[in-house]
């Protein structure tokens, strides 16, 4: 299952066909592959990062919030660890991460995470609302965060590769 940013978002968007393997986030450590920066160097069209130098850089730097910053708080492993407050734990993490996101959006979006046109904050932003919903966060006080989510689940890259249709999504987890 998919809780960071979606390379089966950035696949379907730039109309690349693959065949999806399961990745286990738990064995050896975590196996995990990062493809989205290979997939944007390799097949520039459509772009998941703007030409624009400025919108370039706020795209990077949502992402690497969302990734560094919220995400990896929430990873199996973590919560684990944490043991019984997971939840309140994720809560707290997610919460933190989403108020300082919520004034980047308010600054950097248009009719998704930096400008127009989909990007790789994006690709971030839908499997880390989905975190959100999952652990219970209130998401009223994020509207930017909710409109901009919503706005992305209307497109079919986004719908097919929602982490509740991943073929190893845990039943109770499934669309």
Request: one cysteine or more; charged letters at 25%; hydrophobic letters at 35%.
């Amino acid at each position: 299952m998919q809780d960071d940013c979606s390379p089966g978002e950035a696949l379907a968007l730039k109309g690349i066909t693959y065949d999806q393997v399961p990745v286990n986030l738990l064995k050896d450590g975590g196996q995990q592959l990062a493809i989205i920066e290979y997939l944007e160097e390799t097949r520039p069209n459509p772009r998941l990062l703007p030409q624009d130098q400025k919108k370039r850089a706020q795209v990077r730097m949502i992402s690497d919030h969302i990734v560094s910053g919220i995400q990896p708080l929430q990873n199996l492993a973590v919560l684990q660890r944490v043991g019984e407050k997971k939840l309140e734990w994720a809560q707290h993490y997610i919460t933190n991460g989403f108020q300082a996101l919520e004034q980047i959006l308010k600054n950097t979006a248009g009719r998704y995470c930096v400008g127009d046109e989909v990007s790789m904050a994006d690709l971030c932003l839908v499997p880390q609302v989905y975190n959100a919903e999952r652990y219970k966060v209130d998401l009223a006080p994020y509207p930017t965060i909710t409109r901009i989510n919503k706005t992305l689940l209307e497109l079919e890259a986004f719908q097919v590769s929602h982490p509740t249709k991943q073929p190893d999504t845990p039943a109770e987890l499934r669309a």
